[in-house]
């Protein structure tokens, strides 16, 4: 008879007669029902199976029975596994490597969004451009690290300000790029207000994935997406997206989560899948300081539930995204999700002036940011040392957590500004990620009702 249960087992409330059983470290589910949840509880707090059971009713001792079986089957009762696990876990963690580049390659912004968390590094910064020089150096010297490291997936992302205000460093990187890195791939961010047909040839040329930003339909874009002069960008936007399109490129959507589109995200994905036909599309949950405690706590809540509904539109629709479908992948998969972001040491970043740095959020002060020609061994590097740490796993209160195998953690930045640590958790991610798991395990059980009433 097995001994105690993994700690990382945890009851989840599907309904009011169904229960989920799942185990945070190695993402296993098991549904019960109500009446178990004694039996459980008690295994929970630490009898042994052969003592819980006893504990059963007569009538229910049967059924006690069977959800062992399930549990031993799934290995619930193993915490030696879950040591061996952890252990794997931190090695991943210790040498995982860089194989993201953020090429920031101007500051340059032509645009003034209300919620830009680099503003002060932006366009109210003094305007820096990266020269072909800086773009060859970062690229040689990414060249190496996946050389040395054999990354099978290595990426340059474009970034800014708007990348598309330096059109001619973007064509030089992409043309040096390519030869010098084995399967490289390319992403862009832009706004979209600088697309025209000649940048789309080349985009399309070099297979690069683009990443705009609509916000939603024109009344919510443009209260928050206006450009330097305050006029509106809206139409600018969507005739760039639709250039995009029109070229054969890969072009997906990013849509900010603000106070403004939350309420009625539902209608904004519908829009979005139906009247611009967007393939993918992707949520972005606020960076930066979201001001009171209240606001914040509010706009967690709002945000992971309308997140939810959005995910089920896009569903329906056969329309991927990206946010919620982070966690989907890590749960239908069973695959530990050890970061949420290629920031916690997976990742360079460099600046327009020739700065390399770990994290693109730093760019409004200069912190953890240093010449070019400085750094020489990333890979022993003590700032990429600390922050590849930077997961659930090492983070005591993460442990603890139902979502501990699923969520990634988060924004370390937003851990850092909110709760002044890169290592604790960030609170508004949290939410998403427990909202989501419930909506997860709770959309399973209806599948697997669904199959077994097919079956009689």
């Given at each position: 008879m097995p001994k105690r249960l993994s700690k990382f087992t945890h009851v989840v409330q599907i309904n009011k007669n169904i229960f989920a059983l799942f185990n945070s470290l190695w993402l296993r589910v098991l549904f019960f029902d109500k009446n178990l949840l004694p039996f459980v509880d008690r295994l929970i707090k630490g009898l042994e199976a052969n003592e819980a059971i006893n504990a059963l009713d007569v009538s229910m001792k049967t059924e006690g029975e069977k959800l062992l079986s399930q549990m031993l089957l799934e290995k619930y009762f193993e915490p030696e596994m879950d040591a061996s696990k952890l252990l794997e876990i931190a090695d991943l963690l210790a040498y995982s490597q860089i194989s993201v580049m953020y090429l920031m390659v101007t500051n340059e912004c032509n645009l003034a969004c209300s919620y830009c968390y680099l503003s002060d590094a932006l366009w109210r910064g003094p305007t820096r451009i990266m020269n072909v020089d800086t773009a060859r150096r970062a690229i040689n010297l990414f060249a190496d690290i996946v050389t040395q490291h054999k990354i099978d997936h290595p990426q340059i992302i474009f970034y800014g300000g708007e990348p598309l205000l330096n059109k001619e460093l973007l064509k030089f990187a992409l043309e040096y790029a390519t030869p010098k890195i084995n399967g490289i791939e390319f992403m862009l961010n832009t706004n979209g207000t600088k697309i025209d047909s000649d940048i789309a040839k080349i985009l399309r040329d070099y297979n690069v994935n683009v990443s705009l930003s609509i916000d939603g339909p024109k009344d919510i874009h443009d209260k928050s997406r206006l450009d330097r002069g305050g006029q509106e960008t809206f139409g600018h936007v969507v005739d760039g997206y639709r250039i995009l399109r029109e070229n054969g490129v890969n072009a997906g959507v990013s849509c900010t989560l603000?106070?403004?589109?939350?309420?009625?995200?539902?209608?904004?994905?519908?829009?979005?899948?139906?009247?611009?036909?967007?393939?993918?599309?992707?949520?972005?949950?606020?960076?930066?300081?979201?001001?009171?405690?209240?606001?914040?706590?509010?706009?967690?809540?709002?945000?992971?539930?309308?997140?939810?509904?959005?995910?089920?539109?896009?569903?329906?629709?056969?329309?991927?995204?990206?946010?919620?479908?982070?966690?989907?992948?890590?749960?239908?998969?069973?695959?530990?999700?050890?970061?949420?972001?290629?920031?916690?040491?997976?990742?360079?970043?460099?600046?327009?002036?020739?700065?390399?740095?770990?994290?693109?959020?730093?760019?409004?002060?200069?912190?953890?940011?240093?010449?070019?020609?400085?750094?020489?061994?990333?890979?022993?590097?003590?700032?990429?040392?600390?922050?590849?740490?930077?997961?659930?796993?090492?983070?005591?209160?993460?442990?603890?957590?139902?979502?501990?195998?699923?969520?990634?953690?988060?924004?370390?930045?937003?851990?850092?500004?909110?709760?002044?640590?890169?290592?604790?958790?960030?609170?508004?991610?949290?939410?998403?990620?427990?909202?989501?798991?419930?909506?997860?395990?709770?959309?399973?059980?209806?599948?697997?009702?669904?199959?077994?009433?097919e079956k009689r």
């Open positions: 603000t106070r403004e589109n939350i309420p009625v995200l539902a209608e904004v994905t519908r829009w979005l899948i139906e009247d611009l036909n967007v393939p993918s599309l992707g949520f972005n949950i606020m960076i930066g300081d979201l001001g009171t405690h209240e606001y914040t706590e509010k706009y967690a809540q709002d945000a992971a539930d309308a997140l939810i509904e959005a995910f089920k539109i896009a569903r329906g629709h056969g329309v991927y995204e990206d946010r919620v479908m982070r966690l989907v992948g890590a749960l239908s998969d069973g695959q530990i999700r050890l970061n949420d972001c290629a920031g916690c040491g997976q990742q360079i970043v460099i600046t327009p002036d020739g700065q390399i740095g770990v994290c693109q959020a730093f760019m409004n002060t200069g912190q953890n940011f240093f010449p070019l020609d400085m750094v020489e061994d990333l890979t022993h590097h003590n700032l990429w040392a600390t922050w590849r740490k930077r997961s659930p796993f090492n983070i005591p209160e993460c442990l603890k957590c139902e979502c501990l195998g699923i969520c990634g953690g988060g924004c370390p930045y937003n851990s850092l500004l909110r709760c002044g640590d890169i290592m604790k958790p960030d609170t508004v991610h949290c939410v998403h990620a427990k909202k989501t798991l419930h909506f997860l395990l709770t959309d399973l059980w209806e599948m697997v009702s669904l199959r077994e009433t």
